[in-house]
């Protein structure tokens, strides 16, 4: 267990809906980072956020957002979904922004666009 | 910019064999750290081994080295007396250390398969 708490671990739904994931990263983790993995695919950076404040952004689709609240706690909505946004969503965190520390993954919101 | 490359799609090794992962690195910043993560079946991002730009020697963990070579920015996996557990996905990875956005970036990722 890498403390890293995500919800919900699957989601389907249908093009044109919107939907948020969820984030709580490991007690004391002060940065959050957000990847999709598409089928068979390596791991996209999206967006990381640091005690709140945004500061990486990926390749991170407009239709994206996020925000980091001042529990720490993460979200990731997803909006206008199309059917190439089915992926495997991870969050994960570490303690800060620039140290050599490793990332502590959670399992992953599985999202399936129909 | 920075950018990660692994040229092995897939690999099949017999079990109780040595294996290397490739993994090539390109980065402007002098202070970087380098990541393999390790992706069963079953989804999981699994940490393996570290090597910081600035270690002198190559980082172990149990069964698994990190044969790192600066000058030719590479940093292979190597996992010795493999195991049919090792079957996974092998991810390589990097984040520059004082970089403003400091954030970790994955190659594309090494199948491998063991075979008993």
Redesign the interface.
């Known amino acids: 267990d890498?403390g890293v708490t995500q919800t919900p671990k699957h989601l389907i739904t249908a093009t044109g809906q919107r939907v948020t994931l969820r984030c709580s990263p490991r007690s004391g983790d002060l940065s959050v980072?957000w990847?999709q993995q598409s089928l068979d695919?390596?791991?996209q950076?999206l967006i990381?956020y640091y005690n709140g404040e945004e500061?990486?952004?990926?390749n991170i689709l407009e239709r994206f957002s996020a925000q980091q609240f001042p529990d720490l706690h993460s979200e990731l909505n997803l909006s206008s979904l199309e059917l190439g946004d089915s992926a495997?969503y991870?969050c994960?965190s570490s303690v800060d922004?620039?140290?050599?520390g490793?990332?502590?993954?959670g399992?992953?919101s599985?999202l399936t666009v129909l | 910019a920075q950018k990660i490359t692994q040229t092995q799609p897939g690999m099949f090794v017999q079990e109780k064999e040595a294996v290397t992962l490739d993994c090539t690195y390109d980065t402007s910043d002098p202070s970087y750290g380098l990541f393999w993560y390790k992706q069963p079946s079953s989804g999981e991002m699994i940490f393996l081994i570290y090597q910081g730009s600035y270690d002198q020697q190559n980082a172990t963990e149990g069964r698994y080295s990190l044969n790192f070579q600066k000058a030719r920015k590479s940093a292979n996996l190597v996992i010795s007396a493999s195991q049919l557990g090792d079957s996974a996905m092998y991810f390589c990875a990097m984040r520059e250390i004082y970089s403003s956005a400091s954030k970790i970036i994955f190659g594309s990722g090494t199948r491998l398969s063991i075979r008993p």
Not at chain 1, 97 to 100: I, P, Q, R, V
């Open positions: 890498s980072y990847y695919q390596g791991l950076f990381q500061r990486a952004k990926g495997l991870f994960a922004e620039g140290n050599a490793e990332l502590f993954f399992e992953g599985r």
